[in-house]
């Protein structure tokens, strides 16, 4: 019969261990299937944690991360293929497949699912849902708080110039949009959003030409052609740009909320600059 200073110590780590979380709240094989997740749990992961991203992160037209996408396995976010790579937790975007996440939660997978960030003020709320979701809650907050004191450390314009996002089929970004935000942030209005945009859409080249903004921002086109790139060669585009200032952009600092997103920021800051403003 073990003697009463064994059993008090028994009861103590009994205790202690109960107290304690379970090692495997914590998981070990993660499979992020959205670009902006990917990048969120490349940033945030321990060594080894992390084993596969979506294909888009490998994208330098669309991913900010591509040298540290390639020590993980690609995937294309179906539900067969991330199962067999046995996974204990699944990021996803709240606009992935609902068929492919009910799958894989059917399969008894844990899937935790990140919001699409609009603001500026949502990036930090990324960052720490997914640093809690992969147990690196201290490594979180770092990165959080660094992004929250170089945000605030970034100056603000009094005058604020025009600025019109134009993408390929006209598409333009209006209220409601991270886009917006980083061009309020540096110090542009935003013409999307004055002709009533909100969230994406597209605005008619008419439109584009009589708000006749200062600065037109575009982005890198994908190699090829396509026809939802001509109206980016029409002649009343390029006569406004030959007045207006251009800023080719690589979307992918401002497709996710993401730290990265800064460099999206003082891109169009170093724009405004060359305007002479």
Known sequence: MPSSSAFALVLALT???GAMPAAADVPRRVVSINLCTDQLAMMLAAPGQLISV???AFDPLSSSMVDEAAAFVPNRGGAEQVFLMQPDLVLASTYTSRATLDLLRGLGVRVVQVPIVNSLSEVTQGIRQVGTALGREAVAERLASGFEADLAALSRPDRRATAAMYYPNGYTSGEGTLSNEVLDYAGFR??????????GGTLPLERLVMAAPELIVT?????GASRSEEILQHP???ALKSVAGVARVNDADWVCGTPHVLRAIQQMVQARKELGQ
């Open 15 to 17: 205790v202690l261990v």
């Open 54 to 56: 979506s294909h888009l």
């Open 190 to 199: 935003n013409i999307g959003a004055e002709a009533g945009l909100t969230g």
């Open 219 to 223: 982005s890198t086109p994908y190699p």
């Open 236 to 238: 009343a585009l390029s």
